[in-house]
DNA sequence: ACAGACTAGTTTGCGGTACAGACTAGTCTG
DNA sequence: CAGACTAGTCTGTACCGCAAACTAGTCTGT
């Protein structure tokens, strides 16, 4: 059956696939601007994003300063063109 | 801030009003067919669209048997409209 | 006449989860 | 040394989806 992926579909994590998708890699800072989500909102969201294994985070640093990057990965590009897919096939039936 | 209806954003409410939106009217069972809900599930889920006058519930008799008849509001389908544009508005982020 | 299936629900209880806000820990800036 | 910044974790609340059980009436077959 051809379902919604619950993660991807998420709001919050939409949002941070879709800007993914985009840009290749982000850092938290950038994602959290974006998303206008609270930092341990933001948090969460990714630690779940990263468990299903569509993004990998990479801490760094910046100089001293930490610096966590964020990447999607192959499955995750799958998941959120699965995704769309879905999404499409069920927008095309109202028209 | 443009932000997805979380009314409509649950699939579940998603399906049933995209299906609403092409058909104009559907049947309780017709729609319990189409989204594969059960029985309790669906009601609940057009209660909800109710509550936010998103669909109008009719319930009239098909001879004796109750047949249950739902139609999409014009606030519902505005707000499926808008939800519509938002969603596209991510989407189009993400190329 | 009666069992079983059908329409169309309501109610209940479980489990999951999004979210804000408080807390930690280290760093740089004035 | 205070205050702001990066990047979190943890906690508690409050909601919500979902299945399953229950209600209530109707029709179908034997």
Redesign the interface.
Known sequence: ?R??D?II?E?AR??I???L??VKEADFLFLQRET?LTKGNLSSHLGKLEETAYVEIEKTFRGKIPLTVVRLTPKGRVA?TEY?KA?NG??R???
Chains 1, 2 share one sequence.
């Open positions: 059956m379902d919604l619950r579909h709001p939409l949002q696939v879709a800007l998708a985009a206008a959120f769309r999404l069920l927008m039936k109202s028209q």
